[in-house]
């Protein structure tokens, strides 16, 4: 269950934001998919909760939550939707890189409007050529006195042509890791154009572009943290955004699961209510203990990274990959039960299990999940 | 200003309500929550609040252990401080009770304004604000769907069938609510995690100068004889348009004396 072992404010928290994702996002969830419609309003009202700035420390008008207690909140979001989920999950990762990573002036400067939400924020780290090997990517930002100029394009980029702040990680060195650094663009910038938006399987209810970078000048000090730091805030972000794509599944599971046991108390088949077959009973007992065990996962996880373990990041690529993979083969599960019904958009099943299924893509693809867990047992340098 | 907002913790509307042998509500077996009624009291209370200098919001509630949910509920939406009245010897006090209750809890912790949702979702009385301002001894203004605070007075607007009253009231005063009077906020996460550090006192009944034998199941003005469940839904009639629907429709409709 979502809300076991809880203490009382974490309580409070999960009630408040299910009673949110119930009332603002899951009656328009399917309609939203549907008419590939962005709810930029209702990411504002969101932000009256506190979910622009989940992670951000309340001098800067966030919320100053632990990974811990956010990790409750992208799981009850995305019982309504996952896809609004998943995207404010993002947006958080973007407004806790620049509270870790900028300095006060950079802090002042751009979290008061994403903690409002009056500023949305994106993360643009895969190129069309560099996915999972992401230290290769080519956009380059060249040094000209005060100023950088950014070039290169950004692919797949969630919420691309609607936000306002774009971190980007682009090269200002050699060729590897160390070669990279990230600086805020902003929408306003002259060079910056986007692609069309991308004709998807699922996560429909936000944009994805790319970003293109045609010589955008910025100010130095659009530079978050050091020159050859980009890559190390870069995967510092996705520790954090991992954990919060892994609760996205889980809560999206847990809703396709809550669905296909009202389902079949309903549905009546061979002179009984099919919830009476123990063999669909068992299926459902399947889902509901792979989903336990997911949630575990995950929130051993996000406890890690709130207490810094050095572990951390291993916690979090596996705790991506086994909640994503189980939140989707929980939801193509429900799917079943459903049998034709789940098949007809109208049901809203099917809907989960194609927003389910890019987060075993997204935010590292599972199998660069593997590769992290791998590297933290046998050594990095093998 | 000090503003005391009375509110009630309900049971859950969505949860399996029954009655104890006692006919009173059972608590034990269904979740409770701060009645969905009484949020709009809170929101308007936060609202002068955020209008109005100096002024402190004090929920305030007469119930058992549980109902503190629902004190943290409006300590988390906004609210500066809570009381709980709380006290066996409330167990099953009706609606003239609990206004002695909850007017004694009122004057002592000393008030500007009342503010009170238009009724409870479980009980629906709805007079527990008239009973209030009788017992006070100040003006009431109830069921406003529009309130203000300006220059020691109280003003809002009442909405009626055929026409809308301006009322207004010389502080101190009681007023209530209504569903109408503007969307109640979710607590935020920042106001969840504030609302533990806020103080909320316990009252019990000797804290109020109320004698055991005013309140309670036993001195209640009303009795409940018997209490049965609601009869399970029936099939409805259905009316298939053939040319006739329209007058189909309308006859079933005046046949129950609906039109």
């Known amino acids: 269950m979502l809300t076991t072992g809880l203490n009382e404010d974490q309580l409070a928290i999960v009630e408040t934001t299910l009673d949110f994702a119930q009332e603002h996002l899951a009656p328009q969830a399917d309609a939203w998919d549907q008419q590939k419609h962005f709810p930029v309003d209702v990411l504002r009202k969101a932000a009256e909760l506190g979910l622009g700035g989940v992670y951000v420390g309340e001098d800067w008008g966030g919320s100053g939550l632990t990974r811990s207690d956010g990790v409750l909140v992208f799981e009850a979001l995305a019982v309504g939707c996952p896809t609004i989920a998943g995207y404010l999950s993002i947006h958080n990762m973007v407004a806790w890189m620049i509270d870790r990573f900028g300095d006060d002036i950079q802090r002042a400067r751009w979290l008061p409007g994403l903690c409002s939400t009056d500023t949305l924020g994106s993360y643009c780290l895969t190129e069309p050529g560099a996915g999972s090997d992401a230290a290769a990517l080519r956009t380059r930002a060249e040094r000209d006195g005060d100023h950088y100029v950014l070039t290169g394009v950004k692919q797949f980029i969630s919420g691309a042509g609607v936000s306002d702040v774009y971190i980007v990680m682009a090269r200002t060195g050699d060729d590897g890791a160390r070669g990279i650094s990230a600086f805020v663009v902003q929408s306003d910038d002259a060079g910056l154009s986007f692609g069309p938006n991308e004709k998807k399987m699922g996560w429909n209810a936000q944009p994805t572009r790319q970003v293109i970078l045609d010589g955008v000048r910025v100010p130095a000090d659009r530079r978050l943290g050091a020159e050859g730091d980009g890559f190390r805030i870069a995967m510092k972000g996705l520790n954090g955004g991992r954990l919060g794509i892994a609760a996205c599944s889980l809560g999206g599971a847990q809703s396709a699961l809550d669905r296909s046991r009202a389902y079949l108390t309903d549905r009546e088949a061979f002179g009984a209510p099919l919830i009476e077959s123990s063999a669909l009973q068992f299926r459902l007992a399947d889902m509901a203990t792979e989903l336990a065990a997911a949630r575990a996962l995950v929130r051993q996880a996000a406890a890690a990274l709130d207490r810094e373990d050095p572990q951390a990041p291993h916690l979090c690529a596996m705790a991506k990959r086994f909640a994503t993979d189980t939140g989707f083969s929980v939801a193509d599960d429900a799917l079943q039960l459903h049998g034709g019904y789940g098949y007809l958009s109208e049901y809203g099943i099917e809907k989960i299990v194609r927003d389910l299924r890019v987060h075993q893509i997204l935010e590292g693809s599972n199998e660069i999940m593997r590769l992290i867990v791998a590297r933290g047992l046998i050594g990095a340098g093998r | ?259």
């Not at chain 2, 109408?180 to 979710?186: T, V």
């Open chain 2, 1 to 259: 200003m000090k503003i005391v907002v009375c509110v009630k913790y309900v049971p859950d509307a969505t949860g399996d309500r029954k009655f104890a042998d006692d006919l009173t509500v059972d608590r034990d077996d269904v979740d409770g929550l701060l009645s969905e009624l009484d949020e709009y009291a809170v929101e308007q209370a936060l609202r002068i609040a955020e209008e109005a200098d100096e002024t402190e919001v004090t929920a305030l509630t007469v119930g058992p252990e549980d109902a503190k949910d629902a004190l943290r509920k409006a300590l988390s939406m906004g609210a500066d401080k809570a009381i709980h009245v709380e006290d066996d010897g409330l167990h099953g006090t009706d609606v003239i009770g609990t206004s002695l209750v909850l007017a004694k809890a009122i004057a002592k912790a000393g008030y500007d304004l009342v503010i009170s949702g238009m009724a409870s979702t479980d009980g629906a009385m709805g007079v527990v604000p008239a009973l209030l301002a009788e017992r006070l001894g100040v003006p009431q203004a109830t069921l406003l769907s529009e309130v203000g605070v300006e220059g020691g007075l109280v003003t809002g607007r009442r909405d009626g069938d055929a026409a809308s009253e301006r009322l207004e009231a010389r502080l101190p005063a009681v007023v209530s609510v209504t569903d109408q009077s503007g969307e109640a906020r979710y607590p935020s996460f920042k106001g969840i995690m504030a609302a533990k550090k806020k103080p909320v006192e316990t009252w019990d009944l000797s804290d109020l100068d109320i004698e055991a034998g005013s309140v309670g199941l036993e001195h209640a003005w009303t009795a409940v004889d018997s209490a049965a469940d609601r009869p399970a839904r029936t099939a409805g009639t259905v009316v298939t348009d053939e040319g006739e629907g329209g007058r189909q429709l309308a006859a079933f409709l005046a046949g129950q004396k609906f039109i």
